[in-house]
């Protein structure tokens, strides 16, 4: 090619050829950093989630089990008891007292008896009322939801001779048929090929309790 003369068709074509393949390159490049970036964001907001709502319920409870060895009465105490709820009627639910209502329970009054459910459509389930409602007794509790993204909830038992751990998904009971105290709860954690466990101490003792 003289110095007067222009680029020759080829030329151009390899030359847009070149150009589209650095686009394409690029383009790819930024798509996989965006990509990778959203996961990372899903990942930190997914484990900010589920340990947010294991402090939560731990704080609940450590104030439950503190305001019952403070009042000092069996009625408060954390422990089994028959539930009535909305859609499966009377069930047996691990349950504690807190003293005044908590940021979940909005409009709560004071003195509520809280137990938690999980039900597979719906996630985990915090069911209330008050000691001071008229209907106590032989109300329905009410329902909140806690967390969507909980697949599995499941009572810990330790045995104290053994050291060996079982789970169950319902309350165990002893040979005589008296609920046994469970000494943690586990919580499965789902979201979009995420799971965590989050474990929730129930015992007055953090012995055999993992760090998490």
């Excluded at 070149?18 to 899903?42: D, I, K, Y």
């Excluded at 003293?99 to 985990?124: N, S, T």
Aim: aromatic share 8%; net charge positive.
């Amino acid at each position: 090619m003289s110095a007067k003369s222009g680029f020759t068709m080829t030329e151009v074509l390899l030359a847009l050829t070149l150009l589209a393949g650095l686009m394409t390159a690029m383009s790819q490049f930024v798509f996989s950093v965006t990509e990778s970036w959203t996961r990372s964001q899903e990942r930190l907001a997914f484990s900010r989630h589920t340990r947010a709502v294991a402090n939560h319920l731990d704080q609940m409870i450590r104030t439950a089990a503190t305001a019952a060895r403070a009042s000092n009465v069996k009625e408060g105490a954390m422990g089994v008891k028959e539930t009535r709820l909305t859609r499966e009627g009377t069930t047996d639910l691990w349950c504690f007292d807190l003293p005044a209502a908590d940021r979940l329970l909005a409009d709560a009054p004071p003195e509520v008896q809280v137990a938690l459910i999980w039900r597979r459509e719906e996630g985990l389930m915090l069911c209330w009322k008050s000691r001071l409602e008229p209907d106590f007794v032989d109300g329905r509790s009410r329902e909140v939801r806690v967390s969507s993204f909980v697949s599995a909830m499941t009572y810990e038992y330790r045995d104290q001779e053994t050291g060996r751990w079982s789970a169950e998904a319902t309350p165990k009971k002893d040979a005589k048929g008296r609920f046994l105290a469970p000494s943690r709860l586990r919580l499965q954690f789902e979201r979009g090929g995420q799971k965590t466990v989050e474990w929730i101490n129930l015992s007055d003792t953090r012995e055999g309790v993992p760090a998490y």
